[in-house]
């Protein structure tokens, strides 16, 4: 089981920025894909990004493709979202999954998942 411990979230206003990380207890993080997930109030969980392991291609969903970054740094065993740009629509609870499978994007494939935070948008 991958441990799995998210920070970063807060408020901020719209146009503004924030970077969630996603710190995993696991020996084998370098094989893993990561990815980042959110659910707003009343809303199915949404795929946001993903980012496979042994340097595969990154991928975003459509709402935030170009205002959104992940990234992972094997040596420390994390995985950021840098967010920027950010819109009133961008609000929900992030939480960041762990995958065996490559390039996962839907929730059913990730079997570890953080606890989330939050992050709200004002307008």
């Known amino acids: 089981q991958v441990q799995l411990v998210e920070s970063g979230g807060g408020l901020v206003q719209a146009g503004g920025s924030l970077t969630l990380s996603c710190a995993a207890s696991?020996?084998?993080?370098?094989?893993?894909?990561m990815g980042w997930f959110r659910q707003a109030p009343g809303k199915e969980r949404e795929f946001v990004a993903v980012v496979p392991w042994g340097g595969g291609t990154e991928s975003y969903a459509d709402a935030v493709k170009g205002r959104f970054t992940i990234s992972r740094d094997n040596a420390k065993n994390t995985v950021d979202l840098q967010m920027n740009n950010l819109k009133p629509e961008d609000t929900a609870v992030y939480s960041c999954a762990a995958s065996y499978t490559f390039g996962a994007r839907e929730a059913s494939q990730y079997e570890s998942w953080g606890q989330g935070t939050q992050v709200t948008v004002s307008s």
């Open positions: 696991v020996r084998t993080f370098s094989r893993l894909t």
